[in-house]
């Protein structure tokens, strides 16, 4: 029986997990496709010594060999980056190869282009391990749920900035020691910006709401913050309150249009979410049929992400025959039914807040911070003030019902430009996950 070639672009961690998971569970992989799968080419500047190629193995130090190598059914793409890697991925779909790629920022700045020219040429993209690593999170909102309306969703997507949240709570650590910890683990991305500004989870998060909701990729309209501002004082100001500080991808159907932001957000202690530690992803997903499910599991590393190439290696291996308009689509939803559903505008967004403030202490200063939320139709759940001893500053924290953002900038605005406020203040976003 024929064998299912596959050829192999970037031999960094990804790549070598993908070779090693390959060789070793090769009897149990040609079982389940029905026949094996044989790697016939890599394209690597450098060998890497994780892993071994058989000598049957062509290796090439340009990768675009690849692309083009007509002993090439399936282009695995693992190089990073979004230029040339949208370049390599368009070159072999134009040699008819069907795609497997890891690649967040790809498919979430390029996506649309290369499903467009994918489609064209009747060939399949397949990126489960772009979004949380081995989770298996693609798979499962367009196969697993798709019965379901899906309602919202929130994870945690960036294992690195889980793991710095999590030891700056647990040990009281400071940041940039945690995330040079995460870099060294080999967690970060190459430009860790993008873990601590939320630019990784933000691509990520464009790629579940499309596949949740039937939306095109819209990663500029992601609204973003990331937790480079986050100190030990809310981190503990929260617990107090019986909240927990998550980095989140939230995305929700409204109704009146879909949510995609990510930031730092208050979730109770007591939610699976708010357990979820070091640089363990988890995604919750409330779906009308279903109701909440909850996926967990590694969102990183060299053999948990090759699982997740591998099980695309098999998908598309399966249906090498099969017609590409008789699988499941590149976004779950076929590309002439995608949804015209808008993405909705921050300011539109209502939720409640945690806010904490220095202030002056003087009298009148609270009645001045209270009569300002209250012009702005900010009602207040909850409020603490500590007054360290030996300082003429006050530290005022508080819950607030829920709230239009607009709403709450404007009266931020006002607060901070009083004279009592000493710096900025901290607001940050609260999402009880009530399913
Ligand atoms: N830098 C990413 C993370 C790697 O920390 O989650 C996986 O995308």
Redesign the pocket.
């Known amino acids: 029986m024929n064998s299912v070639k596959v050829g192999i672009a970037g031999l960094g961690t990804v790549g070598s997990g993908t070779v090693n998971v390959l060789k070793r569970n090769a009897d149990e992989i040609a079982r389940r496709v029905g026949r094996p799968i044989q790697i016939t080419h890599i394209g690597a500047r450098r060998d890497n010594p994780a892993c071994e190629l058989g000598d049957d193995v062509r290796v090439s130090r340009d990768v675009f060999e690849v692309a083009r190598d007509p002993d090439v059914d399936i282009l695995v793409e693992l190089i990073g980056g979004t230029d040339d890697a949208r370049e390599l991925v368009l070159t072999a779909i134009r040699n008819g190869k069907h795609v497997v790629t890891?690649n967040?920022a790809l498919i979430a700045e390029h996506g649309n282009e290369i499903f467009t020219e994918a489609h064209s040429r009747g060939v399949d993209v397949a990126f489960e391990a772009?979004?949380?690593?081995g989770i298996p999170i693609l798979k499962s909102l367009g196969e697993g749920l798709a019965a379901n309306h899906i309602n919202w969703l929130a994870g945690i997507?960036?294992?690195?900035?889980?793991?710095i949240l999590t030891e700056m709570r647990d040990k009281g650590r400071a940041f940039d020691d945690v995330l040079k910890e995460?870099q060294e683990l080999g967690?970060?991305?190459a430009d860790?910006t993008?873990?601590v500004e939320g630019i990784?989870?933000a691509h990520?998060l464009a790629i579940i709401a499309s596949i949740a909701f039937g939306i095109p990729l819209q990663f500029s309209r992601v609204f973003t913050e990331g937790i480079s501002q986050l100190t030990t004082e809310d981190v503990v100001a929260a617990e107090q309150f019986g909240y927990r500080i998550k980095h989140l991808g939230i995305a929700k159907d409204t109704g009146k249009g879909i949510e995609m932001r990510v930031h730092p957000t208050l979730i109770p202690q007591e939610v699976l979410l708010a357990s979820v530690n070091g640089?363990m992803?988890a995604i919750m997903i409330d779906g009308d049929a279903v109701g909440p499910t909850l996926f967990y599991g590694a969102?990183?590393?060299a053999e948990p992400?090759a699982s997740a190439v591998v099980a695309d290696i098999i998908e598309l291996g399966r249906a090498l025959t099969a017609d590409h308009d008789e699988r499941v689509p590149y976004l779950g939803f076929h590309a002439e039914s995608m949804s015209e559903a808008p993405v909705l505008a921050m300011e539109d967004v209502v939720c409640s807040f945690y806010v904490r403030m220095h202030v002056y202490d003087k009298p009148g200063v609270l009645a001045d911070v209270t009569r300002i939320l209250s012009e702005n139709g900010i009602s207040i759940e909850a409020l603490q003030q500590k007054d360290p001893e030996d300082s003429d500053t006050a530290s005022i924290v508080m819950m607030t019902h829920r709230v239009q953002e607009k709403n709450m900038n404007r009266a931020l605005t006002e607060i901070s430009a009083l004279d009592a406020v000493r710096d900025n203040i901290v607001r940050i976003r609260v999402e009880t996950l009530d399913a």
């Open positions: 890891a967040k772009a979004v949380a690593g997507i960036n294992g690195t900035g889980n793991f995460a967690y970060a991305e860790p993008f873990d990784d989870a990520k640089v992803n969102g990183a590393g992400t």
